[in-house]
Structure formats: C-alpha cells, structure tokens
C-alpha cells in the first residue's frame, strides 16, 4: 500500500518507526527509481551528509549500494559508479547523492527526487523544503520520512490540514495528531499540485506566528 501511495503522489510525509523499516523502504524505492529511469538526480537529503559512510546521508547512499550488491543473481546486470556520497547509474544516466540539510545544498542540484530521513528533526527543514519547491513544481517528488517530534514538519502537516478552511484541497489520509507536538500517525498527502501548495511565504508566517490561525 505504502509503495503504491508513493508511486501515486509527488509530496509524502510519513511518520516513522524502527520496526517498521520505512527508511529503508523508501531507500529501496528510490534505487528503483535510480536503476530503471533515465536522467534522475536523487538527494538522500539527512541532517548532516557525515564524515564517514556510516553517519548522515551518506550512510543511507550506502544502504542503496547494499541493496545493488544483494540483488537476485539473475536481475540484469547495471553499470554503476560509486563512492562517498554518491552512487551513479552509468546506463541510466541517474545518480544517488548524499546531502546535508540546507538551502544551498538542496539548491546545489536540480533534484527530480527528494528523500528527507527523520526530517521533523532537522534544524533548517523550513528553508530546505522552500528552496525545493521550484523544483518540485517543474514535475519532482518529495519524500519525508520521520519519527514524530515537534518543529516545521508538524506545522508543514497543520499547514496542509487546514487548507479546505481556505477552500483548497486536503490531501490526506485519516490525518491524526498522538499529542499536543506529535506529527501525524498516519501518512500525509502533501499537494498534488502548484495550486494545492502552502507556498514559502505561508509556511515563513506560520512559523512566525503559529497560533494565528487566520493567516493560514
């Protein structure tokens, strides 16, 4: 069901927990992504990029090259290239990268996908998710992927659940908040489309003044 919500929707926030292995789910599908499409420019976006292939994103650019060495012996054979940070498709011409959360990081590339790991915790998400939005509006997907905490994504998900009190469309799927700063239990639909979009300039008076429902 996950998989099909993904490949339905351009924008998800999903609320995460260790048994449930959603991080490396959606690692799997972004390498599926990278293996069989042509042209992507993939971010593996983490609070920190890390020092070593085993902290921040850069880890999880591993996990997609562990899951390329673990194939079925008989899935047809892929050029790659790989190294810190960064694992490229030679025969697809799509690259996986690892970044730091981050307005210039996310602007650094002209991304087609997005995943953003335990994204309620991060410091900048605000201005990362703003500096992605011409990219996702010219056809790119974002995918966060968190624990629940309070901070911009909580206020993201608030955002986009009160959109109908404007007459927009909410996209989202039994919305439910397990207390006072928790992000939402179930997975979130961000907009469909440009129209549908709490724009940077929302999201900046929101955080602003949070409790001023009128300017949402």
Same mark, same amino acid.
């Given at each position: 069901?996950?998989?099909? =919500? ?20 959606? =690692? ?26 085993? &902290? ?9 090259? +562990? ?19 960064? +694992? ?56 966060? =992927? ?7 994504? &909580? ?6 659940? !009160? ?7 909410? !996209? ?8 006072? !700063? ?14 549908? =979009? ?10 602003? !003044? ?7």
């Amino acid at each position: 069901c996950i998989t099909q =919500v993904w490949q339905a929707e351009s924008r998800l926030l999903i609320p995460k927990s260790r048994r449930l292995m959603i991080s490396w789910t959606m =690692v799997a599908l972004h390498y599926w992504r990278a293996r069989y499409h042509p042209a992507r420019m993939i971010a593996f976006g983490s609070r920190k990029q890390g020092q070593t292939e085993e &902290e921040g994103s850069a880890e999880l650019v591993k996990r997609a090259k +562990f899951i390329h060495d673990h194939l079925p012996a008989d899935a047809a054979p892929r050029r790659t290239k790989y190294g810190f940070a960064r +694992f490229s498709f030679l025969d697809t011409d799509s690259t996986i990268v690892g970044v730091a959360q981050g307005a210039d990081q996310a602007r650094q590339y002209t991304f087609s996908d997005y995943l953003a790991d335990e994204f309620a915790f991060w410091e900048r998400a605000a201005e990362t998710y703003a500096s992605l939005i011409p990219t996702l509006e010219g056809g790119g997907t974002f995918t966060g =992927v968190s624990s629940a905490a309070p901070g911009f994504a &909580e206020q993201l998900v608030y955002i986009i659940n !009160h959109a109908d009190d404007r007459g927009r469309v909410s !996209h989202t799927l039994g919305l439910m908040r397990g207390g006072k !700063h928790s992000l939402s239990t179930q997975i979130l639909r961000l907009a469909l489309d440009p129209a549908t =979009v709490a724009t940077d300039v929302e999201i900046d008076a929101h955080l602003q !003044h949070p409790h001023d429902h009128k300017r949402i």
